[in-house]
């Protein structure tokens, strides 16, 4: 089967693309690049291929890249909002632009990524299915990607554990660094507020607590609904950030209990699963967050209202709301509000 791989010169797509080999696939490499200052892992993507003995393909996406998940992230924290970056990346550059390049390109049958993540057949259609071990799944940064390309991926690594993953490319490629990246990729060594500064001004505000101001912050762009820390505003108990009103440019304090929501609301649903086929739902707001029983979806005019059975925790404005049954990806949303 001639099959291309997204080849990121990281563990994760190498060990992938040595197993599809393996199998006695035709593998083309594909690597894309998206910022500047990578080309060490470009370098290392070339000599994956290399020792793979794969066509290797490098596709200049920098401008496509700011245009569509630098812009983004910077805009969602600009107007008081906390942007997913990888969600947005798989669905416009990784299974969006660089997908449809090796379609065209290349006329390859399979496209396959070092994601942990699964597919399998549920009600009749061909859907995102979570990794085996469940410490590890990467479904949740999937929901807002196309449903009609899910029959045409390949995740090689779904049934493997990161330590399997380690092992095999100890063996493999035992000059790659395997020390697991938490921060989001183009930020390289630059923090948050570092990055954003490049971008956006100091615009100060006050902070409100019990509707009465109680100090002032330097911008909305560095804080996120849920944080306890940082303000530097001593209280005399712990407080949370609430929310962010962008509009009045300013920061609502609350008590852990003023956290929780009975519900959401979200724009750009995408569904992998119509939803007259959705019978027992699950969510997911964050990645990593508990899972919670969805009592009712109500779509009033483009925008959908989740109930849940129970409060949850935490919900964020620009993040992803991702659906489930069981082990397999429904569909997902961005996250406009919570409903109190």
């Not at 990281?10 to 696939?25: N, P, Q, R, W």
């Not at 669905?91 to 997908?99: Q, R, S």
């Not at 762009?221 to 440019?249: A, C, H, M, S």
């Not at 483009?302 to 992803?320: A, D, M, S």
Request: with cysteine; glycine share 8%; aromatic share 12%.
């Amino acid at each position: 089967m001639k099959i291309g791989i997204a080849l990121s010169g990281g563990i994760d797509s190498a060990v992938a693309a040595y197993k599809l080999k393996e199998e006695g696939h035709q593998v083309i490499g594909i690597t894309f690049e998206l910022f500047h200052s990578q080309k060490e892992t470009i370098d290392q993507a070339k000599y994956i291929a290399s020792l793979l003995n794969l066509p290797h393909h490098i596709l200049n996406l920098k401008k496509t890249f700011e245009e569509e998940i630098i812009s983004y992230f910077v805009n969602s924290y600009a107007k008081g909002t906390t942007p997913n970056p990888c969600a947005w990346c798989n669905k416009k550059i990784k299974f969006g632009k660089v997908l449809e390049f090796v379609i065209k390109n290349f006329k390859i049958e399979k496209f396959a990524t070092g994601h942990y993540v699964k597919t399998g057949k549920y009600k009749g259609k061909v859907l995102l299915k979570k990794a085996k071990y469940k410490n590890k799944d990467q479904s949740y940064f999937l929901a807002l990607i196309n449903s009609e390309i899910i029959p045409y991926l390949l995740f090689p690594l779904g049934d493997l554990t990161k330590e399997d993953v380690k092992a095999l490319g100890k063996k493999l490629f035992h000059f790659l660094n395997y020390k697991e990246s938490q921060n989001i990729c183009f930020l390289k060594n630059k923090s948050l507020k570092d990055f954003l500064s490049a971008y956006l001004p100091e615009n100060r505000g006050v902070v409100v607590y019990k509707n009465k101001v109680v100090g002032t912050h330097p911008g909305i762009q560095w804080f996120t609904v849920g944080q306890r820390k940082g303000l530097g505003i001593p209280l005399g108990k712990p407080l949370y950030i609430v929310e962010l009103d962008f509009k009045e440019n300013k920061i609502i304090l609350g008590e852990e209990k003023d956290l929780l929501s009975e519900g959401l609301i979200l724009e750009n649903l995408n569904f992998h699963l119509p939803l007259n086929l959705w019978t027992n739902p699950s969510a997911q707001i964050r990645y990593r967050s508990p899972i919670k029983k969805v009592k009712d979806i109500i779509k009033v005019n483009r925008e959908y209202k989740v109930l849940f059975e129970t409060p949850v925790k935490g919900v964020t404005p620009g993040q992803i709301c991702a659906f489930y049954e069981g082990e397999f990806l429904l569909g997902g949303g961005v996250i406009k509000k919570a409903i109190k």
